[in-house]
């Protein structure tokens, strides 16, 4: 695939691309180069002021030094999407134009393509948060950047910070990651609405076929795939594998919607045992007696109880995958047992490219004010550098994370009136602090910085 050429964007001059081969394999080089999406809001830089992505990618970049000492290191690639990418390549379009562009045109406003063709080529990408576009048309960019992709995996980790405020007495127990499907289920947009001509002539065949539905209803279709379904499997397992972690964990409903989540299931079990056999026991295996010493646990729950169990036993689960909806509600609900939104990172992960971003949006209120949590970015680039492999930087950034939590509720324990270096969000927690005992985006990235060169 010959290099793109860009209307904008100049060309990378340092660095390599990465690739996968025919096998499916990334090859990695140690200088690759990853599109980087700053984002709009928070994650944007306002004149000198550094909005949370630059703030992130501060803490990667030092990370990856301390690490490998030079042998390694990412060229990040700055191309455009959102508001920002609006006010570069069409400043000329006003908001009250935008309802009467076809879609096509709208996603160049918002997407344009010289970000595309990077993405493409490059494959790897690190996105802050980006204004949700408006008009009808074209309607967000995170699910354009899947389905263009195939970014079929949403990859969210989850964990508990020491010195941050969590609802869950238990949330210190918590630390897993969730593989939610992203391209199918009733959550993939096929939908009839109530009254429509598409909705009636559903409902005659549903009554052709014995179901009796209110013949008002809206309809939505839920599709689930042994393909989709084992693609996704694999990709946890594998992850599980890799990082040495004791189970995964297949959430469904499949009790009650047992042709699609429940076949989600046995699809799930199907693919362990044909392609991982040697390395995997499961749960029932274990109960009729075999000896699963050093072997990952494929286990699964319903969706119910699952809710029930990572606020109860949270430490019994390291990595779940589940179908689209159920992966929804449970990634978020897992985030707020362990406190706050600006430490929730994510991934959405293919065969042949990944974008790895925070899961907030743009907090436009603190647009220029270094003052919002670089935290969520961070770790979504400390994914990334999972990714890449390079699990000895990926352990500084979140070492160093920790360090800086546990010494700021260290001081604030201490009293009033010492100098915190977490951001608003996190001081607000303390007695005698509150937001405006917090300190600068940047100050914060700095001190994670110090730790982490220090441990
Ligand atoms: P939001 O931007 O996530 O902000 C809601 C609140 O969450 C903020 O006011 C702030 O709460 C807290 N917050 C979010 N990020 C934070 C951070 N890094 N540090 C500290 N606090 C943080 O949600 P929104 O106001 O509903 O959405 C604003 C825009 O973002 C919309 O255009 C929306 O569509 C878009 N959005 C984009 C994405 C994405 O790109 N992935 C995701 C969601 C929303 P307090 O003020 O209470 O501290």
Known sequence: MAAPTFEKLSPVKHGTRVTVDANGRWNIPDDPIVCLIRGDGIGRDV??????????????????????????????????????ARELYYPEVRDEQVNSLREEEQRQLYLPDDSLKAFEYYRLGLKGPLTTPIGGGFRSINVFLRMRFDLYACVRPVRYFKGVDAPNKRADKVNMVIFRENTEDVYCGIEFKSGSENAKRLHSFLKELGYNIAPSSGIGIKPISPEGTKRLVRMAIRYALDKKLPSVTLMHKGNIMKFTEGSFKDWGYELAKQEFRDQIVTEDEL?????????????DRIADSMFQQIQLRPDEY???????????????????????????????????????????GTAPKYLGK??????AVLLSGALLLE????????????????????ESEEIAHRGPGGTLHVT???ARQFAGYGAE????????????IFHLNRL
């Open 47 to 84: 004149g000198t002021t550094p909005g949370i992505t630059t703030c992130a990618i501060r803490v990667l970049n030092a990370a990856v030094e301390r690490a490998y000492k030079g042998k390694r290191r990412i060229h990040w690639f700055d191309i455009h999407a959102g508001d920002v």
């Open 287 to 299: 109960t009729k007696g075999a000896d699963g010493k050093g072997k990952l646990l494929i286990k």
């Open 387 to 406: 990714h890449l492999g390079w699990d000895e930087a990926a352990q500084r950034v979140n070492q160093g994370l920790e360090a800086t939590f546990a």
């Open 424 to 426: 608003y969000d996190i």
């Open 318 to 360: 390291s990595v779940v995958a589940t179908p689209n909806l159920n992966g929804d509600y449970l990634s978020d609900a897992a985030a707020a047992l362990t406190g706050g939104i600006g430490l929730a990172a994510g991934a959405n992960i293919g065969d042949q490219a990944a974008m790895f971003e925070a899961t907030h």
């Open 437 to 448: 005992g917090g300190s600068t985006s940047s100050d914060f990235a700095d001190r994670i």
């Open 370 to 375: 270094n003052m919002a949590n670089p935290g």
